[in-house]
């Protein structure tokens, strides 16, 4: 069954609504500059927005972007974390020749 939901509610509502009921697709037909798309994607789930502007698109765009990068080095987001992407710890007493 859909979930419908204005808007309007805070991020942290959305959030906790999105992992509460699995919440796995967002079609966004009024998207704001919250970081919504990021929430849906960090758990696993697509997003899907339709925006007034190309302007809107692009800063959307750039913004997940920005959070999803963050996040593939991240741990704490095990369904966005690769290793192989992480940045290389230094090991005590290692040598580099």
């Given at each position: 069954?859909?979930?419908?939901?204005?808007?309007?509610?805070?991020?942290?509502?959305?959030?906790?609504?999105?992992?509460?009921?699995?919440?796995?697709?967002?079609?966004?037909?009024?998207?704001?500059?919250?970081?919504?798309?990021?929430?849906?994607?960090?758990?696993?789930?697509?997003?899907?927005?339709?925006?007034a502007t190309?302007?809107?698109?692009?800063?959307?765009?750039?913004?997940?972007?920005?959070?999803?990068?963050?996040?593939?080095?991240d741990k704490?987001?095990?369904?966005?974390?690769?290793?192989?992407?992480?940045?290389?710890?230094?090991?005590?007493?290692?040598s580099v020749?």
């Amino acid at each position: 069954m859909p979930h419908i939901a204005p808007h309007a509610l805070p991020l942290l509502f959305m959030s906790n609504y999105i992992k509460a009921y699995n919440v796995k697709h967002v079609i966004d037909l009024s998207p704001t500059p919250l970081g919504l798309a990021f929430e849906v994607v960090k758990e696993g789930g697509s997003y899907v927005v339709v925006c007034a502007t190309k302007i809107q698109a692009d800063y959307l765009k750039d913004q997940l972007q920005s959070k999803l990068i963050k996040g593939i080095v991240d741990k704490d987001y095990p369904l966005l974390y690769d290793a192989r992407f992480a940045p290389e710890v230094a090991v005590e007493g290692a040598s580099v020749s």
